[in-house]
């Protein structure tokens, strides 16, 4: 689990550090990091550094040190390293180091963007944590001119961008981006991942990560967004214990589909079966029953005693969910929220609950909660923001769905799990993420003996599989992308979904856990 902090509490960290004169030692290490992860990356690529065509855009503070003293390094084994001056006010000791390394220094100028989109490599340390706002002029018209040079060249051979510690022009703490910005295929960050290099935009131009760990300590400090990756499953993941039975194991009960919406509360129904539910419990109209019972023989088609609730797939009779969600306000059962049940929210829930809206929906609950409400397009352009701010208003966790699905919990902390393949823009998906998410809650409900309330919280017991809601949604989410990539359809996301969780039980599911977005931390 990736944690994020804001710019502010990496400042901080690193403020004992430097009061203390260590802030030459910290270059040192923070550039022999970042240097070695560009030759890895080099010689990945060409199969050398010696000749490697490299250039290195250098700002005026510590990451534009970093980058001069990696450029030094590269140097000294052979590259042909160009520094751009972009600011004019070039690191001293880094600037004389790489001038000893054989290394050559130019001012921006008309020239710079031909010649840095003909390299090789582009190491980015031109602005780092303590930047915010759109890019401007000079700056600006270098790097869009840079990027689409380097985009329409037609070489055979990619060119690779690694940025320091955050992309220029990406928001270190909410990862907002201006209309340019720096695009990196590798970010090399130092001391502790950036908030905004977890959260959508920044994510997005980061590419992949790779810590440099240069000593600080951020214990002190609480993290602000928590960013799950594939290999979590095997500790969060609930899995079934010898000693249970169906009724500990977890019975959910499901509220799902229609006459006009049928398939929907199949897909629900399947996607919880196929998580390794105990008993789920279906309230349908019988056309909705008969086909689930056909695929589903186990699930039991009569009301009972259950510890979770999931409503809303597929349009469901709106006096059935009613029962359901005040049985779970009565009972303190945890449940889920999803699409028809949406508009039965004008208040928040006396539970345990997870909300689960896209971006139209989000605006149509924040209209019933709030005032002042965002259109569809602010909610795309700004999601963390407004998750957050339905989260607070709901008193609840807002699992706001899309490309990089947000889970926003009322204290303004954040989970960013793995953004899905585009396979899941297609109709079912979101039905099969509130099965995914049902069956969790059901099959953790016994074992919640304290309520998580964020990554700082000290009362809850970590010990066994994740018990906080927003880190199981952020599970839900991962798993969900992970079967994404096995079908090209919504039907046959339940029996990737029990290809995933059965990879797990035997711990061999970690086989297409890069195939998320390509990325792989470090």
Known sequence: ??????????????????????????????????????????????????????????????????????????????????????????????????????????????????????????????????????????LDTFIADWQAAASGTGSARRQRVIAVDVPTGVDATTGAVGAVHVRADRTVTFGGHKAGLLLPGGADAAGELALVDIGLDLAPFRPTVEAPEPADLAVGWPFPQPDMHKYTRGVLGLVAGSHRYPGAGLLTTAAAVSTGLGMLRLLAPDEVTAAVLDRCPEVVTEPGRVQAWAVGPGAPDTLLMRRAIIEAENRSLPLVIDAGGLGLLTRPLETTCIVTPHAGELVDLLGRLTTGVPTRAEVEADPVTHAVRAAQAFEGVIALKGRRTIVARPDGSVVAPPPGPAALATAGSGDVLTGILGALLATTAEHRTAEYRGPCDQTADRSGPATDIAI???????????????????????????????????????????????????
Not at 56 to 64: H, P, Q
Not at 101 to 120: K, M, N, Y
Not at 472 to 497: D, E, I, N, Q, Y
């Open 1 to 138: 689990m990736r944690l994020g902090y804001p710019a502010a509490a990496i400042r901080a960290a690193e403020a004992p550090l430097l009061d203390a004169g260590r802030g030459p030692v910290l270059m040192r290490t923070a550039a022999a990091g970042l240097a070695a992860v560009c030759r890895r990356d080099l010689i990945e690529a060409r199969g050398c550094v010696t000749g490697a065509r490299v250039v290195v855009l250098a700002g005026a503070g510590n990451n534009g040190g970093d980058a001069l003293f990696a450029g030094a390094d590269l140097s000294r084994r052979g590259a042909r390293v160009t520094v751009v001056d972009v600011l004019g006010r070039l690191h001293p000791e880094g600037a004389a180091a790489l001038r000893a390394a054989g290394g050559d220094i130019e001012p921006l100028g008309a020239e710079s963007a031909p010649l840095t989109a003909r390299a090789e490599l582009v190491i980015d340390g031109i602005l780092g944590t303590g930047a915010s706002g759109s890019l401007r002029a000079p």
């Open 472 to 522: 199981l949604a952020g599970l839900a989410v991962t798993v969900h992308g992970l079967a994404g990539h096995r079908t090209t359809h919504a039907s046959g996301l339940p029996a990737a979904v029990e290809d995933i969780v059965l990879g797990l039980m035997t711990g061999s599911a970690g086989a297409g856990a890069e195939q998320i977005d390509g990325r792989r931390g470090e």
